[in-house]
């Protein structure tokens, strides 16, 4: 371990950022330009958020399946939009098997036209409707400006394709799933989103209607950290996928789209992070306690160490670490657990036996004021999960009340470029794009997400005084 | 569904496997030559392989992380066989972001090269051996005869990467990989593979020595399951995997990798499946029981569906499905699970309610002979549990009577090229390439293994007759 102090958040965020990420072990760059490794730690992290997702996916009705890695490059010619949003970021196989191959193929940058083209095969009647299948797979994306996790040439997501016979039911499966993902975020990462509607500029390419949830980082910019897309019958009629109703009359479908990615570990670390280094909620936590023996000579070892053994036992239905390594100081330990932001340490050394108790230290709270003692007994892992949801709570509330520090209402224009500076700026808007493009180009903040939650009636753009019926959030975005 | 009948395996076995995997819907062919889609119930049986054989990696100390698609062309020039061996079956992206590449890159046939760089970035001393790392991921191979499942362009498998201080631990973690597979197999998938040693001619491009599970098919070819790869010091001495050992000397790696796909349902679907379809082991089957509600008119659905749902309650400790189906007869619905080969089907209709039982129908012995009755009650879900218990060892004991009764110990070269028509030849084989050539342009059978289960002393050669310590496995090969 890389034993330098970590740069402070205050000190150079983006450094900090980066310099968290390696030092914890989460990822490491590839020697491919853009490209991450997810290391064993990271991995696990992503296991957790994709269990905790799956789990959601499939109470609500989908099936999980796998369609192919290469998507011929006239299906993307298709859709027009389509086609034209992702040729710019695509990466194309052009020699197989020793051969020029007659059509290029496309490395997957999303799957809505392979997986277009299997339903229009798979569906026929309104009895095989709805189909929702969704995906868990790496896309790539050719970037120009890469980072890890938020942004890489390759990274890991899931995609849901559903297919309805009316727009109506698609567009309840378009919100339902993005309410899936405002409950994993909130719930599982204590991460407080923001669930809305993208505009026209920010939408999916593609898509009719885009939603998104928005979360707040830690410098107070925004991230994007999953979408979900009503695309109407754009892509049933650009391949086809019609079904014969209980009239007898051919239709097209109404599809939606909707994706989480690895981009999210991105929000939890920028959301939950300190200058120590990451701080994980318990419910994702791929190591959720962490027990530390202290001892100082051979006799204090084997008083030590049966108990500490012992508790290991007792927590096992945590995801529990004994640390036992000797070739280092338990100092070291503390910061190491810390750097990867193990949510509860459990020290135990010979005064703690003699006290019967242990001392715990909540990593979300640093120093004294996150540190209690539990006693020693059978009731120790009751109590240990009552200060993991403990903590589980207490890091939705201080990241949700960051982030509502950090919002504000101008009350013109003036202020608002203020706001957007150091937070985000929420404000009616008329809906046209130019007042849109002229807070980009005044300020760098973009819309975020026109939320669902609506003040009643209306008011005026904030940009141009226009009648404007809904509020947006305006922000800098990663 | 399809309604006309699947050929029989003995009329055309491989039309009997492709109808069969399209009809019970395990997977379908993609637009893009030789990729397969797979579908819902084809991925949902092949996330209950992954569960099965995740649980025994993480058993067994091994962690999962993700290594990029792409891999520079130069790192597979590295080493001499391995790019010898994957030359001629590369993806190669040439074109990325609209611009072509300096250096193309690879779509990952196999991984070595690319977690072999990392490796040597990562480890420094013996403190940080063992690692032991698996990926879940896609790969591809530009095969040029394609089949659903056994050879696809692109297929999905796991890889697990090792990194040793000694050749011993290597050697250990090799054989340990090869076990936990032929525990897998055998054990959840009722497949009754034979562990043993690849040829010089069959290992792996890069490999020291190669290790495999092959099985039986029902045709009674043989298929390479899943192999373990001993890479003695190849890939460490070509990226410069090394590490300082306790007397401060610089030492090259010793690694290990192995590999297990989705080639594996399609020994599943071989092993067991029969002519009215597809035959799954209670143990890795989407759906274990499914409940068909049997009834004539409005009376008897009022009657039999109440008992029906409270059954499906009563089993919910299983993959149970209850066929609410109103469309379909109930035989119809007999034919579409058998197909699918659900292990357990039971009916219930209102005579089995007067009597207080259901009738069980076992998918692996078809007519009379599988079916029995099981009184309603408290029991029934012990009951049920303990039929499929008896269903996964009957499946294994068939399946091995069959393997068992299609090997034979020739007497002589003329004996040994009548068995491989029909059957696995076990004989002494002196270990000589040219002898091994001979057989496969007399008999196009290969070498399959060389049992880790061997005699007693030593034997004539059957090619040859020259002295030979080992026997061998000659059979034709998918």
Known sequence: MNTDKLPTRSENYSEWYNQLILRSELADYAPVRGCMVVRPYGWA???????ALDKRFKETGHSNAAFPLFIPMSFLEKEKEHVEGFSPELAIVT???GEKLEEPLVVRPTSETIIGYMYSKWIKSYRDLPVLINQWGNVVRWEMRTRLFLRTLEFYWQEGHTAHATAEEAVDETVRMLNVYTDFAVNEAAVPVIPGRKSETEKFAGASDSYTIEAMMGDTRALQAGTSHFLGQNFAKAFDIQFLDPGNQLQHCWTTSWGLSTRFIG??????????????PPRLAPIQVVIVPIFRNDDEQAKVMPVAEALNRQLSQFRVKLDTRSEVTPGF????WEMRGVPLRIEIGPKDIDNGVVTVARRHTP???GKSTLPLGDEIAAQVQAVLDE???AMLEKARNFRDAHIHEPKDYEE????????WALAYWCGRTECEARVKEDTKATTRCIPLDQPEGQGECIVCGQPAKKKVYFARAY
Chains 1, 2 share one sequence.
């Open 45 to 51: 992290l992503w296991e957790n958020i994709q269990g």
């Open 333 to 336: 330990k503390f910061n190491d």
């Open 95 to 97: 020699i197989g098997g």
């Open 391 to 393: 903590i589980q709570a």
């Open 367 to 369: 120093g004294k004021a």
């Open 416 to 423: 608002m470029k203020q706001i957007v500076q150091d937070g």
């Open 267 to 280: 929000a939890i670390i920028m959301t939950h992070g300190d200058d120590q280094g990451l701080v994980l």
